[in-house]
């Protein structure tokens, strides 16, 4: 029988359907974000007969399923990716890939086909470049393994085919947001396709114990393109963060039901593609001014990862009515709590002041321990007195100017003797935890207040 044409409206966030257009998604409660979609329904007569389920579905006991195989990993031949992942590729998996335009999504992908080609086939579907284009980005990166195939389709229905013929050891898809099922009436990439397109290739991926990377997109806010569920369906969330007009990228998992989501690959986009960064606080610091007042290191815990990151602060009389604040790097609301502790806890004036914060490197400092450096760098700068360039500083700001306790102080600490450091000023609550062969290696100064930390990073 033909079916109808019913309307729909679809929330872009979380997938929530509705038979009328609302402001406010009443799923997630998101602003404009319900969409127009037509669908066709298949209408069945009422004396049609119930659907006959042939066979019998079957239950293993948990002691009776084998563990040997499942956890083989391959490797992808970039230490930091594998790290990210939780010690490389799991059989089998679903890992979603995604970030800006231009940030080395598809790079990274093409790049790991010549470690991974090896010893596996990999298929790439393409639908956004031709054979040729990815031939020529290949030659660039120096990726020549002979046992990568191309395939432009967008037909998820025709992938599928040739995936469950072919059972290539590894399927690469760019992107999911231009895959489609020729029986849905939506356009691709709409919240259907994505959804119903990425159901298609996990149930094949599942089924031949095949690993499949997904290319999504991102939209205005910085989003995965797609509604949430699409994040649900897949094992791993990984993310690219960084600026396309900076070198270095950051490379973190969202999601990963494989392994742990704290860690982080740092990676430097240079002319032959992606290269691992080996050591990323030795990176970070490299170039830094001595003997320049605003700069003061910050040690930052990503995973269990110790980075250390320079902090550059800049405090000059205003030439307005209000000053201005601007950050690269560091929250902004913060930076406005720290002003006025330093302002009504120290005795230090910025009212009639600009205070700029800068990051160096592209890094972002979410955790509080990064408090008590962003304000060495601000009465630094005002003061126009340096800090000891063998000196770093990290420890959490409270509203009564207390400097409060960190986790993890004893990895900070290691991660600055080991670059060079010769004094470290932390919380003095956390003095009883670090480990007792540390204060032979490094000066290690524990401080109250903020005035306390002031005068043990200058000369």
């Given amino acids: 029988m033909a079916g109808k044409v019913k309307a ?111 010893t596996l086939e990999i298929l790439y579907v393409s639908g956004e470049e031709s054979a040729h284009q990815i031939k020529m980005r290949a030659e660039r990166l120096q990726v020549h393994t002979d046992n ?29 947001q231009t895959m489609c099922i020729d029986e849905l009436t939506s356009s691709p990439g709409s919240i259907t396709q994505v959804r119903e397109s990425t159901n298609l290739l996990m149930r094949a991926a599942k089924s031949l114990d095949i690993p499949l990377f ?30 396309r007009n900076l070198s270095f990228r950051i490379l973190r998992a969202v999601k990963n039901r494989y392994g742990s989501t704290n860690e982080i690959g740092v990676f430097e986009m240079q002319d032959r ?16 001014p ?11 815990m990503e995973g269990t990862r110790p980075l250390l990151a320079e902090v550059q602060g800049l405090v000059s009389q205003t ?18 709590m720290l002003l006025a502790v330093l302002e009504k806890r120290v005795g230090y004036f910025f009212g009639n002041m600009d205070a700029y914060i800068n990051v160096v490197g592209g890094l972002r400092l979410d955790e509080p321990a990064s408090d008590l450096s962003v304000a060495l760098a601000l009465v630094s700068s005002l003061k126009d007195v340096p800090v000891r360039d063998d000196a770093l500083a990290f420890g959490e700001i409270g509203l009564g100017g207390e ?3 960190v986790n993890a102080c004893s990895q900070r600490i290691r991660e600055a003797a080991r ?7 932390i919380p003095h609550y956390n003095l009883k935890s670090v480990s007792p062969e540390l204060f032979e290696q490094i000066e290690i100064i524990g401080v109250r207040n903020i005035r306390q930390a002031f005068e043990a990073m200058i000369d």
């Fill in 319 to 336: 030439g307005f009515g209000n000053p201005r604040r601007m950050t690269t790097g560091f929250d902004y609301n913060r930076l406005s």
């Fill in 419 to 425: 670059l060079g450091f010769s004094r470290c000023v």
């Fill in 290 to 300: 001595q003997n320049t007042s605003g700069s003061c290191v910050a040690c930052l």
């Fill in 8 to 118: 729909l409206y679809v929330c872009a966030q979380c997938g929530h359907e509705s038979q009328k257009w609302y402001g406010c998604c009443p799923g997630c409660g998101e602003w404009n974000t319900m969409s127009e979609e037509v669908r066709s329904v298949q209408s069945a007569s009422k004396g049609s007969p119930a659907k006959k389920v042939s066979g019998m579905a079957h239950a293993s006991k948990l002691s009776e399923i084998e563990t040997q195989d499942t956890e083989h990993r391959y490797c992808t031949g970039l230490s930091e990716l594998d790290r990210v992942l939780g010690g490389g590729i799991v059989k089998g998996s679903l890992v979603l890939l995604s970030g800006d335009p231009g940030i080395g999504k598809s790079t990274i992908l093409l790049q790991i086909c010549e470690k991974i080609g090896d």
């Fill in 403 to 405: 400097i409060r306790s």
């Fill in 148 to 176: 990568l195939k191309i395939l432009c389709e967008t037909d998820v229905q025709l992938i599928v085919e040739y995936i469950r013929s072919a059972k290539p050891g590894l399927v690469i898809i760019d992107s999911i």
């Fill in 273 to 288: 593609g992606l290269c691992e960064v080996e050591n990323p606080s030795l990176t970070m610091i490299a170039g830094r």
């Fill in 214 to 243: 997904l290319v999504g997109h991102v939209n205005k806010d910085g989003n995965i393109a797609g509604p949430k569920v699409l994040e649900h369906i897949v094992d791993a969330v990984l993310y690219f963060e960084g600026e």
